[in-house]
């Protein structure tokens, strides 16, 4: 063999990607239950779930104290028909909740889930395991989107349980008139929670770009809570017009039309389509930045 082509040879060796150690598999490494059991045993997901599984009996408490609430004008809303059922109780907790309480953990495990690696100087031994980057962001994106699809149902959960037992099982009456029974109302109010888990992927997915590009969690989480607020404030900008439309938050209680006699799907695809939209060009983004990012902590 010539010179150069054994020069050409280990030339090309240096540079085939990967490791070569015996039994290596990319899709083995850093396995969904490895990372789920990591982020389980932090804090901030146990004060999480707390806050939410304590939520509904504030507002039990809130309900207890200030006496039945009551129709304004012959018109009932859903905080003023909470205390009819456990079903209406759920959709009042849904309801007070999805709008900012409900953003806040979803930014969390997101925003904090690849910043804080970073932070603790511990990504860059992650990559050096060796962890494939697109693996380990796949692998933490999975597990933080689970976690936030977790906080949502939590929520719902306690709610009717503790709702049932407040005031009952029963019809769940609807703002508009008339009721749906109870039987269902469930299906209603788990499409209602699925809604708002795909309108909140924005926020999943702002926090999960920011996580990329910051190392600093707390900067990541607040600029997703933040850009949240700024986008909800657009959307009372009634001078906008149809602009408004573009935005995430305008569709963001659409799910109200799941709590009518006769189920309405409109508003809910179209803004399902914007919230879709928007999260895969920010996960995009998150994957490209990451694979060209300079990991030095």
Known sequence: MSTSTSTATSTARERTPGPSAPGYRARHTLPLRV????????RRTLVVGAVLAVLPFVLIAAFAIGGQPSGRDGRVSLIDSATAS???FTATALFVSAGFLLVVPVALFC???????????SLRY????PVPRARLLLSKLAVALGFSAAAMLLLPVVALAAGTAAYGWGDLRLPTGGALPAGDAVPRL????????????VTAALAFWLSTVTDAPLGAVGGAVGLTIVGNVLDA???????RDFLPA???FAWADALQPQLEWGGMIKGAAVSV???LVLFALAFRHFRAKDVVS
């Open 250 to 252: 305008h569709w963001q």
């Open 190 to 201: 788990l499409l209602v929670v699925a809604y708002i888990f795909v309108g909140q992927l």
């Open 126 to 129: 992650l990559l050096a395991a």
């Open 277 to 279: 939209a928007y999260a």
């Open 35 to 42: 990372e789920a059991a990591r982020q389980l045993r932090r």
């Open 237 to 243: 900008v009634t001078a906008l017009g149809h602009w």
């Open 86 to 88: 456990g079903a209406n």
């Open 111 to 121: 925003g904090d889930t690849v910043a804080s690696e970073a932070s603790w100087s």
